[in-house]
């Protein structure tokens, strides 16, 4: 049930909402933390007791309960940005023995500790990966090292009178599982971390580790050694995290310089003509529909559609200057109208005729010129 409740709590803070992105830790980082410590009930075997003689072949064996306890660490590590860090950590733990089988109800009561370090690989699990823009980076470790394990004074006092004495200390090879999550303060490089962590001791305990006593009711006294199977801690942990070389802050921002307006430059296209024509050709057609597309294109705010006419006429003198002003202008009408069958507004078309103004080409009087007989589309 303790186990069950403790587990609950630790799931319940690692939900719980944090105010600030979680954060990957490049470089350096320290780590400080203690919480709840829960010692899974020991098996021992006692050999050596024989009514005051040594013996190997008395052996009993007997079961001590944990009750409370805590845990207290601290760490130093290096994290490498891409979600790996590695550390090496400190720890001590308490545990509080409250009974042990075959001895009367509630007469066994003393405490044991443990002390020693842990190498631990961690790794940052970035959810933001996965799509999940949350507040919170969890994590998952493994550590391998050592640690010394002492009994204080236990006394178990037995219902045929007999009493016995348990103490000493030994180390050996410890492992350890670790999940967790980290949550930032708002303070840059400082986290709180919540985890829960697993410590076993593989049967690292020996003939010899301990002694023990026993006084009989006789008055014979016999000593002897005690062997401990695995022995496993739950730990549920509460700690502070302060990662010395966070992030490099963000370049200061820069404030945009207004983009000066430019304009696009004005597009023309030329449409030539037969002499004393004001019909389109079929090439004509085409680079009308070219232009009509362009004006899609690009922003254009008007059209211009001039035409013009060379020095020529059908009816000579100032007449024919008079025809040909009236010549340029049903040319330019005419690439109106094919502008507007491609889709043109009308209303965004200026139309003007120049006659024999603006000649392309400049030639002698009354010469006709193929490229001076034309209209010019202008993108505006």
Known sequence: MRLRTALLATTLMAAAPAAASATTITGPYVNVGGGYNLVQSQHAHISGFAGGASSDENVSSSRYRHQNGFTGFGAFGWGFGNGLRAEVEGVYNYSEINHRTASVANKTRSSDQSYGGFVNVLYDIDLKQFGLDVPVTPFVGVGAGYLWQHYNPTYSYFSNKNTSH??????????????????????????????????????????????????????????????????????????????????????????????????????????????????????????????????????????????????????????????????????????????????????????????????????????????NRRVEIILH
Not at 224 to 247: C, E, K, P
Not at 345 to 356: L, N, T
């Open 166 to 371: 348990l103490g000493g200390t030994n180390g050996g090879f410890a492992y350890q599982g670790i999940i967790g999550a980290a949550y930032d303060t708002g303070i840059p490089g400082l986290q709180v971390t919540t985890e829960y962590r697993m410590i076993g001791q593989p049967g690292s305990f020996v003939d010899g580790a301990f002694s023990s006593s026993a006084n009989y009711a006789n008055g014979s006294t016999g000593r002897g050694h005690v062997n401990f199977d695995q022995r496993f801690n739950h730990q549920f942990i509460l700690s502070l995290r302060y990662a010395f070389d966070t992030a490099p802050p963000a370049p200061p921002a820069v404030a945009p310089v207004p983009a000066v307006p430019v304009h696009a430059p004005a597009r023309s296209y030329l449409v030539f003509f037969d002499w004393d024509k004001a019909t389109l050709s079929a090439r004509a057609r085409q680079i009308v529909a070219e232009a009509a597309q362009a004006s899609t294109h690009v922003q254009t705010t008007r059209i211009e559609v001039n035409g013009y006419t060379d020095n020529s006429a059908a009816h000579p003198g100032p007449r024919g200057e008079k025809y040909n002003l009236g010549l340029s202008v049903r040319r330019a009408d005419s690439v109106k109208a094919e502008l507007i069958r491609d889709g043109v507004p009308a209303a965004a078309i200026d139309v003007h005729g120049y006659g024999e103004a603006h000649p392309l080409v400049p030639t002698g009087p009354d010469t006709r010129e193929p490229q």
